[in-house]
């Protein structure tokens, strides 16, 4: 078996990726968001001419062989481009076996537990706080994630005063029957990373996420070494797309959870790999996959399965004011019950693309030659 063609439908948002095979099976994939119609050309550049006549299901050794064929080009695009690759295959062999993901890595498809993750900062403490009371009701959540300090902010706030004010209303409202994150997205430097963090705590918060600038790494262990004696978690690498990066986090224990994101970092098997390391230092691994396009879909089949998962998958409580392109992606969708997403029991993924919004988006396509 060969892959004989890979296809690529694709918007500003989203790149829906198929790879067929020369016996005729086929497999969907999605590359990292944002940007996604350039990952599509980069992928068709970049990635599929290694690819093409390739084995499908020997996705571990062209998941090593690309990056050393493009090794002049180490950056994001390529890993973006890579993941549509990657899970795609993954896919095309669930479909094969007649299991899913999940399966295929030795895991159970069953409900698992989500944190509800805002991703707004523009909205008061007030009104933030409301609305995760109003999903704690309706959807069960017990755990929240709120966002903190302004986003590369260098030590300013989204406005003056929010971030202690969101720390002590949601420490209020919600510490005694919800676990609560934070996450700083490269907020600050240090010394005030230090200084938000000893607050967390004061207000029953556990998990903080991104304190310092993610390419920092030596800042970044210094505020997790400070708030270690607080057991505040410090966790990131959502960014981090270069394994020989995630080995050095990981060996200078800069975190103490392991974040990485399935399609930013070039796929499944990638992820896996970073999951191992992780688990071989003590770290549990807790992935980045803040919007509802297919990059939940693959988060919750890999913690369904791998050793050292963290408590919860992060699950994006945001609807189509904020994400309007995440809508219609696919089916069927993802339902909050009880605090808990099933993974899809389907084969492959689970999911079909919906049809609609393949034939409006852009369509290109690589084929085998001969």
Known sequence: ????????CSTRYVCMVRVRSDSGEEGW???APYHADITARVLHRQVAPHALGADPLDIDSLMRRIPEEEHKFPGSYLRRAMGGLDTALWDLRGKL????VCELLGGTPRPMRVYGSSMRRDITPRDEVERLLRL????????FKFRIGRECGHDRDQWPGRTEEIVAAAGKALRDEADLLVDANSGY??????EVGRMLADHGIRHFEEPCPYWELEQTREVTEALAPLDVDVTGGEQDCDLATWRRIIDMR????????????????RTLRVAAMARAAGLPCTPHSANLSLVTVFTLHMMGAIEGAGPYVEFTIEGSDYYPWQDGLFAP?????????RIPDGPGWGVEIDRGWLERAAYAVSKMSG
């Open 189 to 194: 430097a240090p010394a005030r990373a230090v």
């Open 333 to 341: 969708a993802l339902i909050v019950r009880d605090g808990k997403v």
């Open 254 to 269: 800069a975190v103490d959870v392991a974040q990485p994101d399935v399609c930013y970092l070039g796929g499944l098997t």
């Open 29 to 31: 994939g999605q590359a």
């Open 136 to 143: 704690r009701d309706e959807c069960g959540y017990d755990a």
């Open 1 to 8: 078996m060969k892959i004989e063609s890979i296809e690529t």
């Open 97 to 100: 076996e007649g299991r899913s």
